[in-house]
């Protein structure tokens, strides 16, 4: 069904002590045996999440992300280093239902109905909210006598969704939780996480889409190579890897334009726009003399300046180290 360790809370287990941590590492490093030697998926991070936050954690593919969910489910330890969640160890707040997770896939058993999954992993908790609750705040309320078999890719993750709310978690981990679904099935499980969000819960949530993190977290960590290479709001990230985009049309030869910009210590690149051939784009951590130089000296007109996006910042970010696994 899912993973044992995430469902099975012993009966009469307490809630963990009053911390206004969600998670606290310090130099958490972890470590594999390979047929290559040793890879090192986390190395040394030291950071702390605080209860009610919204984190998104961004990364390419290998970069550790998923190592690092694992870690703070209880899932696996730590090589080195110290990591407690909501004041526990990790395996000792997931079992106890304080912690729970939405994983990317996870095994239903599909001859079931959605309901009838639902009352068997209720069945497991101490203490689990109603059945009934758990299909409403996961919006399948409607689907609670279709088969999981006869459930589309988006409906299942939602029914894992209500599964992991049956303990009423403090803390809800999700790693990359909109994979396979489409537009509109992501935008209503984002409003379904609204509202958990709106009532105090911890979210940490994985991704692959930039645009949800730009849209729902208050707080992004990128990780590249094993190692966190960003740690604020979107707007603190996207002006640290690229402060602004200037652009502007030029009447002059654009390319030596464009390479003229490039010697610039204040420009982090300058291209001359695909679809627009007289403008030039250039991203700069100072905008205010980029775009004097584009006036005055190249003749430019129709001036336009905007933050970098989350996209730029996070190519910017993540290629500068290597990646772990």
């Not at 972890?30 to 040793?38: L, W």
């Not at 936050?53 to 390419?60: D, E, K, N, T, Y």
């Not at 627009?276 to 130089?293: E, K, N, Q």
């Not at 933050?307 to 290597?322: H, N, R, V, W």
């Amino acid at each position: 069904m899912i993973n044992t360790s995430l469902a099975n809370a012993p009966a009469g287990s307490a809630r963990p002590p009053e911390s206004d941590l969600a998670v606290d590492m310090q130099g958490m490093t972890k470590t594999f045996r390979t047929p290559d030697g040793k890879l090192t998926a986390v190395d040394d991070v030291s950071l702390s999440i605080k209860t009610g936050s919204i984190v998104a954690l961004l990364g390419p593919n290998g970069a550790g992300k998923t190592t690092a969910i694992d870690l703070i489910l209880g899932l696996n330890t730590p090589t080195s280093g110290k990591l407690t969640v909501l004041g526990q160890q990790p395996r000792q707040a997931t079992r106890s239902g304080n912690v729970s997770a939405v994983l990317q896939s996870g095994g239903l058993l599909r001859d079931l109905r959605v309901e009838e999954t639902v009352e068997l992993i209720a069945s497991t908790f101490a203490d689990p909210i109603s059945v009934d609750q758990a299909l409403e705040r996961s919006g399948l309320t409607a689907l609670r006598r279709r088969r999981v078999a006869k459930c589309s890719g988006g409906e299942q993750q939602r029914l894992r969704f209500a599964l992991a709310l049956l303990p009423d978690p403090d803390l809800l981990i999700l790693d990359e939780p909109t994979t396979g679904m489409d537009v509109n099935a992501r935008a209503e499980f984002w409003e379904t996480m609204h509202r958990e969000a709106d009532q105090g819960r911890t979210i940490i949530f994985a991704t692959h889409y930039l645009q949800e993190a730009d849209n729902f977290a208050d707080r992004v960590i990128m990780i590249a190579g094993g190692k966190v290479v960003a740690d604020g709001t979107t707007e603190e990230i996207r002006a640290r890897a690229t402060g602004r985009v200037v652009s502007a049309r030029i009447k002059r030869d654009t390319a030596k334009v464009r390479d003229e910009l490039q010697m610039r210590a204040d420009v982090h690149s300058a291209r001359i726009n695909g679809g627009d051939g007289d403008r030039i784009v250039v991203h700069t951590s100072d905008s205010d003399a980029v775009a004097l130089a584009l006036l005055s000296k190249y003749g430019g007109y129709d001036l336009e300046a905007t933050p970098g996006s989350l996209d730029d910042a996070f190519t910017a970010l993540t290629t500068q180290k290597g990646e772990a696994a």
